[in-house]
């Protein structure tokens, strides 16, 4: 645990920390990381406007800049400032790496995009289960019929995130994540997950399945993994992600974001 | 008056309106236009995302493309739809026209921002002022002392506009603008105008003085005058907006805005 988001990626930096991020930093925003060579860049930022709720925006550097904007994160490097990263070439992943230090490129532009262990932390606040959080696994996550809307080469599905309610709570989960839309904001569906397409809620196409009690109902968020899953479809021929789970830690607080 | 935003943009196109389009397609969200070349875009893209108060982007189009997105707007074309253009070399107004058909290149990008008539028309609805409408005449309109986040070459003061609010409703104010975060939001600043570096509300550097009634307070809004008085000062080469109050009129109504 550290103080805030400074302390963290400083750990992160000289290498004292090289594990997940959740809880790093309480209270402090993480974000997604995507990097990609400008030419695709413009594309991917209308991609992103085009689809806020999967992909919602909070900075994005000018080419060859590693720094984020200082109000998102004071003398931060993202070549160096997460735990681990992914390169993938031609939508393949071809490796996992602790620093950027040698593969930056001054054609490079990064991309920090909002991450729902903001609002996780806020139905937690208010008392709502956050059921893979309880049982210590990944968010279960689905590819849907709901298509994005396209950009140049970016198009592709809806990916969603499901977080089971009880009936008597789904109101307060809207209002609580309507807040926030700088991390993906209200629920894009509530129950019925075969309007979505979704046939079968124990076999996620991403992350791992939760149980889902009597009274409960599904409740589905857009994903943070759209944007990296649309990218992949599109055979990106070169873009550096963070490695699952292992994000970017900010400056700012959960709660600046709800004010956003 | 027009049943939708359609049929407002089909009398502008084919010449049957030509004047401003405040309360054109009641109910239907307008914007603001600016169309850079594209060497520029990206940099104004990234100026926009980071100053999103003063910059709500709503659309951007791809190069070359005068049409926006289909779920902003069906079938419309930028170079036509508006009723009015104003046309912008090395930061100077060097034209008024009626349309752009002459003017279109294949490296333009067309980007749609909010408009504060979303959020005036839900400030209304709840019974609270909006003085210059009253008055009829523009709201008023200050640079300040606060800076935008640069991208490229894109600074300069953040603009605001000012409307004078019975202070027992300042608070209700504030609930309403902040539910379009799409069109601007919450006010930035409420009261004490000097900490802005507003010396004489009276004298606005754009638009029209309005009188403060007694028990009012000035509440501040980030203003969509931002980015264009921002590319100005940049001199930027070549630029296109729309001519003030003559908007473009999209197919969503402005209640949608609210769950963005």
């Given at each position: 645990m550290f103080e805030?988001?400074?302390?963290?990626?400083?750990?992160?930096?000289?290498?004292?920390?090289?594990?997940?991020?959740?809880?790093?930093?309480?209270?402090?925003?993480?974000?997604?990381?995507?990097i990609l060579p400008e030419k695709l860049a413009f594309d991917f930022l209308r991609f992103c406007i085009r689809n806020p709720k999967p992909c919602p925006l909070l900075d994005v550097t000018s080419p060859g800049s590693p720094h984020p904007d200082r109000s998102w994160?004071?003398?931060?490097?993202?070549?160096?400032?997460?735990?681990?990263?992914?390169?993938?070439?031609?939508?393949?992943?071809?490796?996992?790496?602790?620093?950027?230090?040698?593969l930056w490129r001054e054609d490079l532009v990064a991309f920090l995009l909002g991450c729902s262990f903001t609002f996780e932390r806020a139905l937690q606040s208010a008392g709502l289960p956050v059921r893979h959080l309880a049982c210590g696994c990944n968010v279960p996550m689905y590819r849907t019929n709901r298509l994005t809307?396209?950009?140049?080469?970016?198009?592709?599905?809806?990916?969603?995130?499901?977080?089971?309610?009880?009936?008597?709570?789904?109101?307060?989960?809207?209002?609580?994540t309507a807040r926030y839309p700088a991390v993906h904001g209200a629920p894009v569906h509530i129950g019925e997950p075969e309007a979505l397409g979704i046939a079968d809620l124990g076999r996620p196409?991403?992350?791992?399945?939760?149980?889902?009690?009597?009274?409960?109902?599904?409740?589905?968020?857009?994903?943070?993994?759209?944007?990296?899953?649309?990218?992949?479809?599109?055979?990106?021929?070169?873009?550096?992600?963070?490695a699952p789970g292992h994000m970017f830690i900010t400056d700012r607080l959960d709660e600046h974001l709800a004010a956003f």
């Amino acid at each position: 645990m550290f103080e805030n988001g400074r302390e963290a990626r400083e750990a992160i930096r000289e290498g004292r920390w090289t594990g997940p991020t959740a809880g790093l930093a309480p209270g402090y925003t993480q974000a997604n990381l995507v990097i990609l060579p400008e030419k695709l860049a413009f594309d991917f930022l209308r991609f992103c406007i085009r689809n806020p709720k999967p992909c919602p925006l909070l900075d994005v550097t000018s080419p060859g800049s590693p720094h984020p904007d200082r109000s998102w994160a004071a003398d931060a490097d993202l070549r160096t400032d997460l735990p681990r990263y992914r390169l993938y070439r031609d939508g393949q992943l071809v490796a996992e790496l602790s620093n950027l230090l040698d593969l930056w490129r001054e054609d490079l532009v990064a991309f920090l995009l909002g991450c729902s262990f903001t609002f996780e932390r806020a139905l937690q606040s208010a008392g709502l289960p956050v059921r893979h959080l309880a049982c210590g696994c990944n968010v279960p996550m689905y590819r849907t019929n709901r298509l994005t809307r396209a950009a140049g080469p970016f198009h592709g599905p809806l990916v969603v995130s499901m977080r089971p309610i009880p009936a008597a709570q789904v109101a307060q989960a809207v209002q609580i994540t309507a807040r926030y839309p700088a991390v993906h904001g209200a629920p894009v569906h509530i129950g019925e997950p075969e309007a979505l397409g979704i046939a079968d809620l124990g076999r996620p196409d991403y992350g791992d399945p939760v149980p889902i009690e009597p009274g409960e109902v599904p409740v589905f968020w857009a994903c943070g993994v759209t944007p990296q899953a649309v990218a992949l479809a599109a055979r990106i021929p070169y873009m550096i992600t963070h490695a699952p789970g292992h994000m970017f830690i900010t400056d700012r607080l959960d709660e600046h974001l709800a004010a956003f």
